[in-house]
C-alpha cells in the first residue's frame, strides 16, 4: 500500500491565487521531507527540504516567500504556491526516506499544477 | 554537487528484447537508487543500492562503485515497462536525479 499519500493530484488555480498541496506520511514518521518540481522531460528539481519543527532549507533560487513550506507535524507537510502565475505550472511532489529501512525512498503520488 | 548522467535518453525497443539503461556519477556516494515514472507521474522506487548486484523479476540492477557506474537491466521488456527510469544517487542528505530514460516498448 501507499507509504506517501500527496493531494491534491490536478489542480486548476487562477493567477493570482494560492494553492496548497499536502503530503503525509501514512506508514512512519518522517521528520524530513523533500518537495521537489519536474517540468516536462526535465528531472526533478529539488526546491526545498521540509524538518518537522522548523524552517525549511530552500535550494538556491527557489523564493520561499513564493512556496511556503510547512511542516507541522511528523506526518504532514503542506507546499502553498502562493500568488500563483503561469510559470509556476510544473509537476510538484514529495518524498521522504525512510531510514528504519535503510534509506530506503517514497514519493507520494505527485500534484500536477495549472495557472490560468 | 554530485553529476548523474544517464543514458540512453530515449529507448525503443521491441516487446522480449534485452534492454540497458546506464547512469555515471562524478562523487562517491552511500546510495544509488533507481525509479520508475509512469506517464500520470507516480514514482516508483525500484531497487537501491549500496554495492554489488540486485534482481526483481525481470529487473536487475548492477552498480560499481570504483567506476562510479550503475546498470539498470530488463529482460523480455513488455510494453507495461513503458515509463521513465531515472537514477538518483544519495550523497550526503540529498539526492542528485538523472534527466531520466524515456523508454517505450512496442508490441
Known amino acids: 500500500g501507499a507509504v506517501v499519500s500527496q493531494h491534491p493530484s490536478w489542480v486548476i488555480c487562477k493567477s493570482g491565487t494560492s494553492v496548497k498541496i499536502e503530503c503525509r506520511s501514512l506508514?512512519?514518521?518522517?521528520?524530513?521531507m523533500f518537495w521537489y518540481r519536474q517540468f516536462p522531460k526535465q528531472s526533478l528539481m529539488l526546491m526545498a527540504t521540509?524538518?518537522?519543527?522548523?524552517?525549511?532549507?530552500?535550494e538556491q533560487g527557489v523564493e520561499k516567500d513564493k512556496f511556503l513550506i510547512n511542516h507541522a507535524s511528523l506526518t504532514l507537510s503542506t507546499l502553498t504556491v502562493t500568488s500563483a502565475h503561469p510559470e509556476d505550472s510544473s509537476f510538484y511532489i514529495c518524498?521522504?526516506?525512510?531510514?528504519?529501512?535503510?534509506?530506503?525512498?517514497?514519493f507520494g503520488e505527485g500534484s500536477w499544477l495549472t495557472v490560468v | 554537487k554530485n553529476e548523474v548522467e544517464q543514458s540512453p535518453q530515449n529507448l525503443t525497443a521491441q516487446e522480449g528484447e534485452f534492454i540497458t539503461i546506464n547512469c555515471s556519477y562524478s562523487?562517491?556516494?552511500?546510495?544509488l537508487h533507481w525509479l520508475q515514472q509512469h506517464p500520470g507521474g507516480g514514482i516508483v522506487s525500484l531497487f537501491m543500492?549500496?554495492?554489488g548486484k540486485k534482481k526483481h523479476g525481470r529487473l536487475i540492477a548492477t552498480i560499481n562503485i570504483q567506476e562510479k557506474h550503475s546498470s539498470l537491466h530488463i529482460t523480455a521488456s513488455h510494453p507495461r515497462d513503458s515509463a521513465v527510469y531515472i537514477c538518483?544517487?544519495?550523497?550526503?542528505?540529498?539526492?542528485?536525479f538523472g534527466t531520466g530514460t524515456s523508454l517505450t516498448v512496442i508490441p
Open positions: 521540509s524538518n518537522e519543527g522548523s524552517k525549511a532549507t530552500y
Open positions: 562523487v562517491g556516494i552511500s546510495a
Open positions: 506508514d512512519f514518521q518522517a521528520t524530513t
Open positions: 543500492l549500496s554495492s
Open positions: 538518483a544517487v544519495r550523497w550526503g542528505n540529498q539526492f542528485y
Open positions: 518524498s521522504l526516506d525512510d531510514r528504519s529501512s535503510g534509506n530506503t525512498i517514497y
